[in-house]
């Protein structure tokens, strides 16, 4: 952001903020604590994801999302402030979820789980929840080691974006089965209205940043 935005949104004149952020001076705990709720809260983080998420073809790219290492960073900070600290296993789906998942694990100092849509040869065990794909048709099953997730685990499922909350719903019924807890639901950003009616029950529980309509 430019210094005239970090301004109207600090309601701080601009050389004051150019000298925290160079160092030149140091805040105060109280007003460094206040500087980072402002910056870290919803509607500051929701209007920095709109600049990288990117239309086409009437779908949701937020590959610019996943490349900037500093936004992934602010995302992190956002899950543990809203739905930390008590998390034991951070919980997500391969490919795109497992950076997101890994900086927010980091945060946690928990374990980090990764569901696979593929039986993971290595594993000496692994749970099993299956769920169906509507485009295309199919059944999806994913595949999590016995490792992951233990009984009495408090785990927080993990997100790049949400769409039909299907991939969620499923999760969290073998977080049930595994007799672990589940903490939340965390992602970015969220597509259409479907998600919200099949994460119903949780609903208390989903912390969604930006939320998109198509």
Same mark, same amino acid.
């Given at each position: 952001? @430019?210094?005239?935005?970090?301004?109207?949104?600090?309601?701080?004149?601009?050389?004051?903020i150019?000298?925290?952020?160079?160092? @030149?001076?140091?805040?105060?705990?109280?007003r460094?604590?206040?500087?980072?709720?402002?910056?870290?809260s919803?509607e500051?983080?929701s209007?920095?994801?709109k600049?990288?998420v990117?239309?086409?073809?009437?779908?949701?790219?937020?590959?610019?999302?996943?490349?900037?290492?500093?936004?992934?960073?602010?995302?992190?900070?956002?899950?543990?402030?809203?739905?930390?600290?008590?998390?034991?296993?951070v919980?997500?789906?391969?490919l795109?979820g497992v950076?997101?998942?890994?900086?927010?694990?980091?945060?946690f100092?928990?374990k980090?789980?990764?569901?696979? !849509?593929?039986?993971?040869?290595?594993?000496?065990?692994?749970?099993?929840v299956?769920?169906?794909?509507?485009?295309?048709?199919?059944?999806?099953?994913?595949?999590i080691?016995?490792?992951?997730?233990?009984?009495?685990?408090?785990?927080?499922?993990?997100?790049?974006?949400?769409?039909s909350g299907k991939?969620?719903?499923?999760?969290? !019924?073998?977080?049930k089965?595994?007799?672990?807890?589940?903490?939340?639901?965390?992602?970015?950003?969220a597509?259409?209205?479907?998600?919200a @009616?099949?994460?119903?029950?949780?609903?208390?529980?989903?912390?969604?940043?930006l939320?998109?309509?198509?």
């Amino acid at each position: 952001m @430019k210094y005239r935005e970090l301004s109207e949104i600090l309601n701080l004149p601009p050389p004051a903020i150019w000298r925290y952020i160079t160092f @030149k001076i140091v805040p105060n705990y109280e007003r460094a604590e206040n500087l980072v709720k402002v910056l870290t809260s919803r509607e500051v983080v929701s209007e920095l994801l709109k600049r990288y998420v990117r239309f086409k073809e009437g779908a949701v790219d937020v590959q610019e999302v996943l490349s900037n290492v500093v936004l992934m960073k602010i995302l992190a900070y956002v899950a543990y402030r809203y739905l930390g600290p008590e998390v034991d296993t951070v919980l997500t789906v391969e490919l795109d979820g497992v950076p997101l998942a890994t900086l927010v694990s980091e945060l946690f100092r928990s374990k980090l789980a990764v569901a696979r !849509k593929g039986i993971p040869i290595t594993s000496e065990g692994f749970y099993e929840v299956e769920y169906m794909s509507r485009d295309p048709p199919s059944i999806i099953r994913l595949y999590i080691p016995y490792t992951g997730i233990r009984k009495g685990d408090r785990v927080l499922i993990v997100d790049d974006i949400v769409r039909s909350g299907k991939t969620s719903a499923a999760l969290v !019924k073998l977080i049930k089965s595994v007799g672990a807890t589940l903490v939340g639901i965390f992602s970015p950003i969220a597509v259409g209205a479907e998600w919200a @009616k099949t994460l119903g029950e949780y609903l208390d529980r989903i912390f969604i940043i930006l939320k998109l309509e198509l």
